[in-house]
């Protein structure tokens, strides 16, 4: 496909359960990110990946959350032992390069976790 | 505190009305401030991308603005259709290629 692609769509999971999010960005695209977005809120910055340098962890809330992204296209987000305020919209992108000027991001549609 | 904010958080306009969004920023240095839509239930997708030289840029209906010097962009959109009906978010990138969001404008466009 031409897009961001994003699997689940949506993701009900109980309370204790792991979960994996997966992403394929755009083929060609270096750079992918994870965000996530509560309602009323603005995108919060979670991961970000640049072709082989070392991932930008940065944003990560706790450390039952991880993210990999093998050969450099296909990323994939886990939530450990999921809790109630992890229930939000997790948004992949991705872009030719970070910080490379006029170069877009280009969003996946996300995944909807609940947690109940 | 939020270094993206934007104004107001809603607002609802009629069919062929015009309207202006409001971004203020205190990000510092930066590199490009970007403005996206974002449909219920779609991911973001890029309107326009500034950076600190340019004033102006138009996409269609969509025109942004910036003031580096006050550090103020806008969004206006011209004679709205009922699609434009989304949410509206301002992002800034500093120099260092972090982006920070804007909680985002609500659009809703009435017949």
């Known amino acids: 496909g031409a897009g961001v692609s994003q699997s689940p769509s949506n993701k009900v999971t109980e309370k204790g359960k792991d979960v994996e999010l997966r992403c394929d960005p755009i083929s060609g695209h270096t750079a992918l990110y994870w965000y996530r977005q509560s309602l009323g809120q603005g995108l919060e910055f979670l991961i970000y990946?640049?072709?082989?340098?070392?991932?930008?962890k940065s944003g990560l809330p706790s450390d039952r959350f991880s993210a990999e992204r093998t050969g450099g296209s296909v990323s994939t987000l886990t939530i450990q032992r999921t809790q109630q305020e992890d229930s939000a919209v997790y948004l992949c992108a991705s872009s030719q390069a970070r910080g490379s000027g006029n170069s877009p991001l280009h969003f996946g549609n996300g995944t909807r976790l609940t947690v109940t | 505190k939020n270094q993206v904010e934007q104004s107001p958080q809603s607002l609802i306009i009629l069919e062929g009305k015009n309207c202006t969004l409001q971004c203020n920023y205190t990000v510092s240095p930066f590199s490009n401030l970007r403005w996206y839509k974002q449909d219920t239930g779609r991911g973001p997708v890029s309107l326009t991308i500034m950076t600190f030289s340019e004033n102006t840029k138009s996409n269609g209906r969509y025109t942004a603005t910036l003031d580096a010097d006050t550090k103020q962009s806008s969004l206006h959109i011209t004679a709205s259709q009922l699609s434009d009906s989304a949410s509206y978010i301002c992002?800034?990138?500093?120099?260092?290629?972090?982006?920070?969001f804007g909680a985002g404008t609500q659009v809703v466009v009435t017949p």
């Open positions: 992002v800034v990138d500093d120099s260092w290629g972090k982006l920070q």
């Open positions: 990946f640049q072709g082989n340098s070392a991932p930008d």
